[in-house]
């Protein structure tokens, strides 16, 4: 088992996340993509502004597939086009 693999077991059972609800490769994937599609920064906050996307009801997988498409194509200035939340 990897370091990630430990830290993500670790922190599934202190926030009472079912470890197989976490699609790490999903997460990772949207993470680098907006790292270098939008900023460097804007991937945690992603990942964190998905989790609660999927939290009120968004499927991960929806989500991050919209997310990664809105990184692909972001320019700046390109903030409220497009999107529908």
Known sequence: ???LEEWI???CLELGI???EVDRD???DLARD???GVARPGAPL???LLGLAVGRGTP???GAARLT???EGWKPGSGSEGGSA
């Open 9 to 11: 077991d670790a922190v």
């Open 34 to 36: 907006v790292a270098h």
């Open 69 to 71: 498409a809105m990184a």
């Open 1 to 3: 088992m990897t370091v």
């Open 46 to 48: 992603t990942a964190y």
């Open 18 to 20: 079912d470890r197989d």
């Open 60 to 62: 991960a997988r929806d």
């Open 26 to 28: 999903l997460i990772l």
